[in-house]
């Protein structure tokens, strides 16, 4: 199920860590004292893989949603989106 700008928002801490999944391998890390955490799971070269577009609120809904979709347009082309990232930091 999709998530919600307010789902987001009212995601409170429980005194675990838990995840509310997305669509397309982005999820929101809510950390047991409340954090919220953007991640995109992908698949490269047959390993699982993990990369944070960020925290909430500094990144919202909308742009996790714009940065997914920019890592998949990335894995269309076969390239690592994680070290697609690296290399423009680098070069900045």
Same mark, same amino acid.
């Given at each position: 199920?999709?998530?919600?700008?307010?789902?987001?928002?009212? @995601?409170?801490?429980?005194?675990?860590?838990?995840?509310?999944?997305?669509?397309?391998?982005?999820?929101?890390?809510?950390?047991? %004292? /409340?954090?919220?955490?953007?991640?995109?799971?992908?698949?490269?070269? /047959?390993? %699982?893989?993990?990369?944070?577009?960020?925290?909430?609120?500094?990144? /919202?809904?909308?742009? @996790?949603?714009t940065r997914?979709?920019?890592?998949?347009?990335?894995?269309?082309?076969c390239v690592?989106?994680?070290?697609?990232? !690296?290399? !423009?930091? %680098?070069?900045?």
């Amino acid at each position: 199920m999709a998530l919600t700008d307010m789902v987001v928002r009212q @995601a409170k801490a429980t005194g675990k860590d838990y995840t509310l999944g997305d669509l397309d391998g982005l999820s929101l890390s809510v950390s047991a %004292q /409340g954090g919220k955490t953007w991640y995109f799971r992908y698949s490269w070269l /047959g390993k %699982q893989k993990r990369m944070s577009f960020g925290t909430y609120p500094e990144v /919202g809904l909308r742009d @996790a949603r714009t940065r997914r979709d920019e890592a998949r347009a990335l894995l269309a082309k076969c390239v690592n989106p994680r070290h697609h990232r !690296e290399k !423009e930091r %680098q070069e900045s």
